[in-house]
């Protein structure tokens, strides 16, 4: 049984596009952003309304691929496919998009999608190990600010970049403690509403109200936990998941996995603890501060990317977990690549079961998907052997 | 009491039977197309045999293990691979098991699947491949394996079935030898498993279940691939039922 207030969570998406409907008529502007990357505080400093625009569905993906080559990393497919279909009441409401040169494939896909709306590129560096680094990413920041002043014909001061920057630490201490009740054993919110409440925060037009309802979520799930209504019982294996992010449409491995009887405790990706982990400096110049957040975020887009395996290492001892699954999408070099290098890491050094798994948005390999998830169940001590 | 163990694959399905501790019965079918045909057809061959399902533990396996109705239990085919395999060599080794449709590498420690990899969803590497190619060539599958015995080593660089044919049949056109196009075939496979098996990681002992380890040629070649002597057993192609008769044990 799920709590009662993830239906007014799952409600969000809904509820959010037609606010955003109204936003855009009241004047409001929105900025659609696509990655942990982008720096949310200063689209909300120029009095806009910041939203999450990666395509999470295998729906317009048909319709990417006729300008896309078909063995694309299917996130970028089904987010450009949303951008060319209008299928997306937020890319559609969307005054600016922002772009980061992530990865190779986003990379080129901005190149086109730039054509559609007005996109601001943000260069990241290729690594966040170097002092040069942090002062290109810091540069990058000025640009995007000066950007959105020119386009919105705003001035976004100090005060208004500390406002915002208190706002969306509020709103990630509140989705980390909403993550961190999961360390509970046994867990009392599945990964699959874990990953959602997570998601559709990125939706949110009101943070306020965003913010306020996980804490009510939070609250319910604590008086369940005082009750001993989990999501789980004790026997269930406790995994981690890692890798590229998923979303409402995408979750096929997390589903997958609780449906052979495990609990998803703690999700490492993107669209999970990723960008929780970092809070941004309240106490230094803003724009400082907000370099070295996000330039900390642990992405394969980066060399070196240690940082992913001591996010893991430590999730996984906090979270008490049995095993990691890493969920690589089609051609995502990156993470499939470093993949290599996790499985070494939680093998060796965590001495914990690890599997790599590595799919699409489609359903063509739903079995097989099945297969490896149950056996790599099977591989863990605990019997849950599905029937 | 009788524990019995079906692993229906996408071509075969088999069977093996243990009465308490002993192996009493191995048995194959071809899969057909309905896996719930067949696991009736498997019911009633028992039942002739004396061996009444209501009395015994089933566990099946495979990707048509779903499809029997009365199994007391389902348990994948890596687990059950595992098991078998265990008991059929009586120590730890690593497993290349090459189904119809996907190949896997399982390692086993202390008798239980530590790790495993499975090929993506192609066909590449797999039973299927090697099937459908014999088709081209218009020979069966133990017949492909002793051409290739006999044959030089030449590129199908095509993972794809379907464009590894047209590579196939140009390679006929072009009056290449049979069996050298057979031992293109048989490397484009023994490759495949190479690179997986040491993306996967082996231990010293390498042991091969499933239909090919058969055909003894193809074993030959993985071997000399490996540059390992790759083992097997007259029962290998039932390392998977018979591993999941020994787990219907703890049922
Ligand atoms: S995986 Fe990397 S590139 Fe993709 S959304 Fe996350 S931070 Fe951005
Ligand atoms: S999942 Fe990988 S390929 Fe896809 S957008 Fe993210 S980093 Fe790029």
New interface residues.
């Given amino acids: 049984m799920r709590p009662l207030i993830m239906e007014e969570v799952e409600a969000l998406r809904g509820v959010n596009s037609v606010k955003i409907k109204e936003a855009h008529e009241a004047g409001k502007k929105v900025v659609g952003m696509y990655c942990v990357f982008s720096p949310s505080e200063i689209a909300l400093a120029a009095d806009a309304i910041s939203v999450t625009l990666c395509g999470t569905t295998q729906g317009p993906i048909e319709d990417a691929e006729k300008e896309l080559p078909r063995n694309l990393c299917p996130l970028i497919k089904s987010s450009y496919g949303f951008a060319i279909t209008d299928k997306c009441p937020y890319f559609y409401f969307s005054d600016i998009l922002l772009a980061e040169t992530t990865c190779d494939g986003k990379k080129k896909m901005y190149e086109l999608m730039g054509k559609i709306k007005p996109m601001h590129i943000m260069n990241l560096p290729q690594t966040a190990d170097d002092e040069d680094s942090l002062e290109l990413w810091k540069k990058e920041m000025v640009k995007f600010k000066n950007f959105l002043e020119e386009k919105l014909g705003v001035e976004i001061t100090d005060d208004k970049l500390r406002d915002a920057i208190k706002l969306m630490n509020r709103e990630r201490d509140a989705m980390k403690r909403l993550h961190k009740l999961n360390a509970h054993k046994p867990a009392p919110l599945s990964g699959m509403d874990m990953m959602l409440a997570q998601w559709l925060k990125g939706f949110n037009v009101d943070k306020e109200a965003g913010i306020n309802l996980i804490e009510r979520l939070i609250d319910e799930v604590e008086e369940r936990m005082e009750k001993g209504i989990y999501a789980f019982d004790e026997k269930a294996p406790r995994i981690l998941l890692t890798g590229c992010p998923i979303g409402s449409g995408s979750e096929k491995v997390l589903k997958a996995l609780e449906e052979a009887g495990a609990s998803v405790v703690a999700l490492e990706n993107c669209t999970g603890y990723k960008g929780l982990d970092v809070m941004v400096d309240e106490n230094k110049d803003p724009i400082t501060a907000l370099a070295e957040k996000y330039l900390s975020t642990p992405c394969s887009c980066m060399t070196n990317n240690n940082g992913r395996l001591e996010l893991i290492g430590r999730l996984a001892k906090e979270y008490d977990v049995d095993g990691v699954v890493d969920l690589t999408w089609q051609a995502c070099h990156t993470y499939n690549i470093e993949s290599f290098t996790v499985k070494k890491f939680v093998q060796e050094e965590l001495n914990l079961p690890f599997i790599q798994i590595e799919t699409d948005y489609s359903d063509s390999d739903t079995g097989q998907v099945k297969v490896r998830v149950e056996a790599f169940l099977e591989t863990i001590e605990k019997p849950v052997m599905a029937n | 009491m009788h524990y019995i163990g079906i692993d229906i694959g996408s071509t075969a399905a088999k069977v093996s039977v243990f009465s308490d501790d002993k192996l009493i019965e191995n048995f194959t079918m071809p899969t057909g197309w309905s896996s719930v045909e067949t696991s009736k057809t498997i019911k009633e061959r028992l039942e002739k045999q004396n061996i009444k399902i209501e009395d015994s533990k089933v566990v099946a396996t495979g990707?048509g293990r779903i499809s029997v109705p009365y199994a007391d239990?389902?348990?994948?085919?890596?687990?059950c691979h595992g098991r078998g395999t265990h008991y059929l060599l009586g120590a730890d080794c690593t497993v290349i098991d090459i189904g119809g449709q996907?190949t896997k590498i399982i390692t086993l420690e202390n008798g239980?699947?530590?790790?495993?990899t499975?090929n993506?969803?192609c066909a590449a590497g797999t039973g299927r491949f090697l099937e459908l190619m014999a088709n081209t060539l218009g020979v069966s599958i133990d017949e492909l394996g002793e051409m290739a015995l006999l044959g030089e080593d030449v590129n199908i660089t095509s993972m794809c079935t379907v464009f590894a044919e047209s590579e196939v049949i140009s390679l006929i056109g072009s009056g290449t030898k049979r069996e050298s196009i057979a031992r293109g075939i048989v490397n484009s496979i023994t490759g495949r498993v190479y690179a997986l098996l040491h993306?996967h990681g082996a231990t010293d002992t390498i042991f091969l279940t499933g239909g090919l380890c058969e055909v003894k040629p193809f074993v030959t070649l993985l071997s000399e691939k490996l540059q390992n002597e790759v083992k097997t057993n007259d029962l290998a192609r039932y390392a998977g039922s018979i591993g999941a008769a020994l787990l219907a044990k703890n049922i």
């Fill in positions: 990707y239990k389902t348990i994948t085919e890596i687990t996907d239980k699947v530590s790790n495993f499975m993506d969803k993306k």
